[in-house]
Every structure is written in structure tokens, then in C-alpha cells.
């Protein structure tokens, strides 16, 4: 099952759930104000008085056919309809007390068990899960898929990174150079902040060691005017820099194929 599909499902349960439990509730807040209702009508037929005593208060009390209620209960007069009135005394917790819950907990029960199942497989996903994008653009081994638009590792694991994160690395991807000035990344992630330059920064410097971590890639500043998104440069015990290549092979620059050989060799006695 996809993750949206299962959000939608723990969606469900939590409305089915909250209406259960409502449902429920509103039936037994129904049924308490009816028992009153009655109780009062059969003690106005007996009391013929207007002052309530503690013999009408008894009498009421018998009357109730939810014997929760008994006691719970008060007696009002209308002055200007020298009528009885009665209102609950019971908290609206008491009320929810006497409806029948147990539909409405099993499905929070199984609600809870769901979330915890997605948090679960969400934790999981990125070390377990191993992606083979069939479809992308590869890039100092780190691979854009244009299936589903993530960005995978050389060894398939998916990249995690912030929605934010995530719309940089494709801007760069897309980029003919790997390249982007400032104006160019403000404009596209903040169009309405009038000056974003320190939220870029702060973003830059989160996503370079997540980029540093997964490729072979490095995001450098041109001048502070843009970024540029490049390969790693490695040095040497010689001294000389080379390339990383996207197959994990060096590439030496300026030492001909005979002296790395030989460089080579003496580094691996040592």
C-alpha cells in the first residue's frame, strides 16, 4: 500500500471514529433530557404547589428511569409560569459516562494501531526499502528520478530531504551547468520575501552535508553570487588533485597513467 493511501485510511478511522463516539453522546444526552422531561410531568401531576420541597424533590427522583441521574438532578421555578422546570446538574462528562463508548474505543483503539504501524513503516522505509529508479539523471552519484521525482544514492537508498531541500537539488539538476545565482533561488522559493538571502543561506548550509553525505557532490559559492553544484576534488599524497568520477574511479590531473600506478603501489605497502 502506497503512503498516501494509508494516511487517507488513519484519516477515515479518526472521522469515523470522533462521529461514533459523538453519535453515541448526542443519543444519550437525548434519552437523559426525555427521562426528565417525564419525570417532571408525572411530579407536576402530583405537586400541586409551586414551592418545591424535599418530598418533590423525592418524588422526582423516583420518577427518573435512569437512576444515574437520581440525585444529579435540580428543580427550578418559573416565577413567571409558576411552572416546574428542571435542569440537569450532571457535567457533560456525566453524560458522556452513562452513553456506550465501546464501539467509539475499539475504533480509536485500532486508529492508534494504524498510526503507530505507519510510524513504524516510515522509519523503516529509508534503510530497508532499496529504490532502483529505472528512469533519471545521474550526477556525481546521485541519481534524479523522473518516476517519481525523488532523488536516490549510488546504492539506491532514497535521499531523505525537506520539501524545501528537495525543490534546491531539482533546481540544480535542471540547471545546464549545475548552476544558480541567488536571485535565481530567491525568486523560485521565497517570490514574496523582499530579501531571503539569509533563509538561503541557512538552507545551503543544512543541505551541503546531507549532499556531501549520499554523492560524490559538494555545493560551492561563486563570488556570494551563486552556488554551484560540483563534483568532489581529492588530493593525492603527492599533492595532485583529482576528480571523482561517477563510477568511483579518480581521474589524476596533470600526472601522467605510469606515476599514479606507481603512486598507487607505495600507497598500498604502507
Same mark, same amino acid.
Given at each position: ?23 453515541? /453522546?448526542?443519543? #444519550? =444526552?437525548? +434519552? ?9 410531568? @408525572? !411530579?407536576?401531576?402530583?405537586? &400541586? ?76 522505509t529509508p534503510s530497508s526499502e532499496i529504490h ?11 541519481? /534524479?528520478?523522473? #518516476? =517519481?521525482? +525523488? ?9 531523505? @530531504? !525537506?520539501?524545501?531541500?528537495? &525543490? ?103
Open positions: 500500500m502506497k503512503q498516501q493511501h494509508a494516511v487517507i485510511v488513519l484519516f477515515v478511522l479518526i472521522v469515523v471514529s470522533g462521529l461514533t463516539s459523538f453519535g453515541s /453522546y448526542k443519543m #444519550t =444526552d437525548s +434519552r437523559v433530557s426525555n427521562d426528565m422531561k417525564q419525570a417532571l410531568a @408525572l !411530579t407536576m401531576a402530583e405537586q &400541586q404547589s409551586n414551592v418545591i420541597s424535599q418530598d418533590t424533590i423525592r418524588k422526582f427522583n423516583s420518577h427518573l428511569q435512569i437512576a444515574e441521574l437520581r440525585g444529579k438532578v435540580t428543580l427550578a421555578v418559573d416565577a413567571r409560569g409558576q411552572q416546574f422546570k428542571a435542569y440537569a446538574k450532571c457535567s457533560e462528562a456525566t453524560v458522556f459516562s452513562l452513553s456506550d463508548q465501546r464501539p467509539a474505543t475499539l475504533l480509536w483503539a485500532l486508529t492508534g494501531c494504524w498510526a503507530m504501524f505507519l510510524c513504524y513503516r516510515r522509519r523503516l532502483c529508479p529505472q528512469k533519471g539523471e545521474s550526477f556525481g552519484g546521485l541519481t /534524479y528520478s523522473e #518516476t =517519481d521525482c +525523488r532523488f536516490y544514492a549510488a546504492d539506491g537508498n532514497l535521499v531523505q @530531504l !525537506t520539501p524545501m531541500q528537495h &525543490q534546491l537539488m531539482e533546481m540544480f539538476f535542471r540547471s545546464p551547468n549545475h548552476t544558480l545565482t541567488k536571485t535565481e533561488i530567491c525568486d523560485a522559493l521565497w517570490p514574496k520575501k523582499p530579501d531571503a538571502n539569509d533563509t538561503l543561506y541557512t538552507l545551503v548550509r543544512r543541505l551541503k552535508p546531507v549532499v556531501e553525505r549520499y554523492s560524490k557532490l559538494k555545493i560551492e559559492s561563486d563570488r556570494s553570487k551563486a552556488y554551484r553544484l560540483t563534483i568532489k576534488k581529492i588530493e593525492n599524497r603527492q599533492g595532485n588533485v583529482g576528480v571523482m568520477s561517477d563510477n568511483c574511479q579518480e581521474e589524476s590531473l596533470g600526472v601522467s597513467p605510469s606515476l599514479h600506478t606507481f603512486a598507487a603501489k607505495n600507497a598500498s605497502k604502507v
